[in-house]
């Protein structure tokens, strides 16, 4: 029995430059045998004592208002208490918030990334500054209250200043009470790959990263996790799932899941997909697997990794299993323990990889 | 077996210019091979030698022709490499024919190196054929080549058969005129024997193969033989040719080219140019031209991980079986740990052996730049050689230092003498002389040390003619230069490994620029590292490479858990990669960051 579900619409209006997730462009007839699919797999699973409901992708909200409606309904039989969905601003209209408020979604995560129209255009998105924020009162005039907002820093040309500004904009809006900040990585498989875009250098990284902190802590924000910032105490449930490596289903082709020791993948492939075809592949994990995996996750979290979990998921004392690289680690003021918790330090925390190969066998 | 219808002759090509596939059509059409035996290029072996192009161990093959003449020959081909490094493995090799194919490329000309070569086989009073190859070209211009190979070697090239090795074009004719042309083995079977040494290859079960050709006498199966020059004695257990395939005879006689095992263990009883003959009938004089080979450039090698020294040693041994130039001794460095100095006959000697152990024996190693052999004059008045930067006396003690000058041919087309100057130039280079061999193509000659050569002087030289600039080198002889060691400096602390010996007037603008390399090379860590540059003590360069503050996966991943998984991996298997140098994990490429320095 899992608490979490993830749902993947894997269509999006027009694709962005930085993306490679499993996306294609959306097409209506390929949409509508795909939902015949995807709602079946989602009515196999409706006894699933649901706690938090994520459906992401891709672009949700490029289904038309329709096919929204057929895939929420299917979801009607959860009774989720965070019910997100992504959304571009593009496409999210007002009957369709009317719709999501109506299915009970309480959540709606933004994928904003930049306020700057300069870097919009190169990032091949199609909204304005002011686009966004009309949008945000819509939503919230709709009765939606908890909005999390994605930013992306290290784009091509972005400056300091412009980020800090994007941000401070972004944190001083009352409206929204949760921020993602993520890096710009370059996947070959994106547009920006195939051009090759060259990324901010890693000092001008850095200070995007730890100035973007002040700035969104100076407004009242928490950083509970490392990409992570909220505030009303409205932190993401579900994502929070996957960080103290709880099992949570992953429905349709292009999601991951993970369920009694087996993590899986629903490779995207539409087509078989839509025959009904499709096979998971499957990762059978190891004791070993599993206890780095539940500490590469945790360590996200500022609470980090909860001894007593550990102890009762695997029978093991984490403090003994690990014990080489915590020493090592807490001597360098890396981690520390801290109310039955083993945490990452404010230096650490940034640095997490290069502690984390220490815990890999 | 009746001598005078024995021919033994060599090709000599420049790379590329087609020797292998010349061969390849040779053994073809004198049946030696059935065609679904053929690989490409059957001479060459290794597969080193496959991808790079180039032959790199000798082989030498026993061929039956059937001339016009109606006559059946022998032929015994006898592959040489085709690299600077193996001059006089080269001119041994050339000892053992009465011929040489010169194979010049239509569109091309002739090439430094392909000199280099020529000389060698008229040093041995060999009978040159030259052949123009690749004449189905577009671009081929084969009365410009003609004429070049008239003007630079003196040939007369009129007669030379105009050929295609790929198509198999007019080889035919090449055949006829080794027949023709090429002289049949002097000597006579009822000498003394002597047999020139001029390869030997390792056998598990067999010990040490040796290839000689029979000068002198004959040997056969069960004689004690006897190698001049190291004195090893030893009875001979079998002796045959090879067709490629080994076929195993009774006997050697005069003017034969095959193989002989004698359970020879250690290979350094067997010397390339030595003369094996007959304990109980010895020769009084071995041949001449025997020399003893001394390394010319000499590197570290470390195990990347340190418990895989002893593979290391192994592995340097077995390839020693098959190649006597390799030398090396264990050494330790303060940064690299337990490891071994090597010494080569040359530059792709050394990629070759460092690229084998990587490849053949799967063990990572870090190879340090690498150096010449420094003459040391010190103020007690006698002279040190040394062979690491790191072994350099104090500065009190030493009078002057001595480097080993090379003369240097490059031949390019005109336009690229500007370019080619200077960079001979930027290495500390000494004009000497400059010669046009035709209309449109000179050969230039430098008096260069070798310590600047074995720093990417010939991928400048390459870079700088988009690939035209041939070149070749001798060595002249040693040369007082203002020289002193260059210590680099991580983290407050000399890195031995990283050190070199420059030239004074260079080494304001190489340090810098080494510092510059390393701060790229080098990834930040968790704390700021101080680089710097000292000569004789004194701080000449320096740079930082800042702390890295964070190194996280920012990116939303959300479940995909594997995909976190995969980028910590190559996260450690980079680090793994890495050496541990006091505080500073250094990347094996820094240990040769030197190399390539005078890019920037």
Redesign the interface.
Known sequence: MSNAM?IHVPFCDSICAYCDFERCKKHPLLTSRWLDVIIKDIQDRKNEPIQTLYI?GGTPTSLSYDELEILLSACDCFKPVEYTIEANIENLTKDKIMLLKEHGVNRISLGVQSLNDHLIQIIERHHSASDIFSKIDEIHACGIENISV?MIYGLPTQSLDIWLADLKQIASNKKISHV????L?IEENSAFGRKKIEKVS??L??KM??EGIRVLESFGFEQYE??NFCRYGRYSRH?SA?WKYDD?I?IGAG????EEHI?Y?WPFRLNDYIKGTLKREE?KLTKADEM??MI??GLRMKQGVSLERFNLVFHEDLRKVFHEAIEKHVR?NHLEIMNGHLRCTCEG??????I??DF?E | MDQSKIRNFSIIAHIDHGKSTLADRILEMTDTVALREMKDQLLDTMDLERERGITIKLNAVTLNYKADDGETYTFHLIDTPGHVDFTYEVSRSLAACEGAVLVVDAAQGIEAQTLANVYLALDNDLEILPVINKIDLASADPERVIEEIENVIGLDAHNAPLISAKSGLNVHEVLEQIVKLVPPPKGDRHNRLKALVFDSAYDAYRGVIVQVCIKEGMIKVGDTMKFMATGAEYEVLECGIRTPKEIKKDCLVCGEVGWIAASIKNIKDVRVGDTITLKDASAIEPLAGYRELNPMVYCGLYPVESNRYNDLRDALEKLQLNDASLQFEAETSQALGFGFRCGFLGLLHMDVIQERIEREFNIDIIATAPSVVYHVNLTDGTQIHIDNPSQLPEVQRIESIEEPFVKATIMCPKEYIGAVMEVAQNKRGIYEDMIYLDDSRVSIIYQLPLGEIVYDFFDRLKSVSRGYASFDYELSGYRVSKLAKMDILLNGEVVDALSSIVHKDFAYNRGKALCEKLRKLIP?Q?FEIPIQAALNGKIIARTNI?A?????????Y?????R??K???K??EG?KRMKQVGSVEVPQEAFMAILSVDDE
Not at chain 1, 255 to 258: C, E, I, L, Q, T
Not at chain 2, 548 to 556: F, Q
Not at chain 2, 558 to 562: E, P
């Open positions: 993830y992401g994605d993602s900040i993520y890096s990585t890693d000092e990284d850095e990263y730890f490392i990409s994502n996957y949570f992953g999601a991951y899941g993970k993590y993948h990762t780095f995996e590469m996750m360098s925390w940034a640095i997490l990889n290069s984390l190969i890999m | 930040r968790q800042s890295l503050r964070k190194n996280v996966l920012a990116k939303c959300g479940g995909d858990i594997t976190k998984k980028l910590l991996e996260q450690k680090k």
